[in-house]
């Protein structure tokens, strides 16, 4: 059996897991499942009814997204996007963790501007988006004068982080994240550059 990805295409976790599938060149099947609508199948497979779950060929379901990233390196396809060393793979983790986390404030800040008037809050947008900036300064800092955020080779960390970036141009159009930010820029144009992200481009909306 073929594994299957169970995703949304708009989700960022979701596709950092499938430019992951890219990048390891690992057949799947794509089964668009979004949590909110009424007839979702993702309740029966993650209890939490998230996106991604990952089926894998025996069948197992793998959830969350950094846990399904985990498993995909024991298949042991090119390229290892998670070091073996243990201290260098926690600094990787903790730069996918930086990037899922400014995924996570922009859906709060998106769900939050989206409630109808006088039950919006602008303190609560205004929360999340300083996280959002301040965690895009902080990777700006670790972007200066590298070619990849940790270590010589295109890791985990900078699959995420490129995710992040590229839902913030899809949620928060105007934000304009790259003034003063040159070095997080050019990075992120090098991994817009690549086949796995095109392939991946989410729908507007
Ligand atoms: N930590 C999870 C987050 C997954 C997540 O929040 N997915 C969203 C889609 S972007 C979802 O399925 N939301 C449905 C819901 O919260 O009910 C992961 O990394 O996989």
Request: hydrophobic residues 45%.
């Amino acid at each position: 059996m073929t594994m299957k990805l169970l995703a949304s295409l708009t989700s960022p976790y979701a596709r950092k897991i499938r430019v992951i599938l890219h990048e390891k060149k690992l057949p799947f099947e794509l089964v668009v499942d979004s949590p909110w609508e009424a007839l979702t199948r993702v309740p029966d497979v993650n209890p939490l009814g998230k996106v991604p779950v990952l089926i894998a060929d025996d069948g197992e379901a793998i959830f969350d997204s950094p846990v399904i990233a985990e498993y995909l390196e024991t298949l042991h396809a090119a390229p290892n996007l998670l070091p073996l060393d243990p201290l260098a793979r926690v600094r990787v983790r903790r730069t996918e963790a930086l990037a899922d986390g400014i995924n996570d404030a922009a859906v709060v800040a998106l769900l939050e501007s989206r409630r109808p008037d006088g039950e919006r809050s602008d303190a609560v947008i205004a929360r999340q988006m300083e996280k959002i900036a301040r965690s895009l300064d902080w990777l700006e800092r670790a972007c200066q004068g590298c070619n990849w955020l940790n270590g010589d080779e295109m890791s985990l960390g900078d699959i995420a982080v490129g995710i992040a970036l590229g839902y913030l141009d899809l949620r928060f159009p105007t934000l304009e994240w790259r003034a003063s930010r040159p070095s997080l820029t050019a990075f992120a144009e090098r991994l817009f550059q690549r086949e796995s992200f095109i392939d991946t481009v989410p729908p507007a909306g």
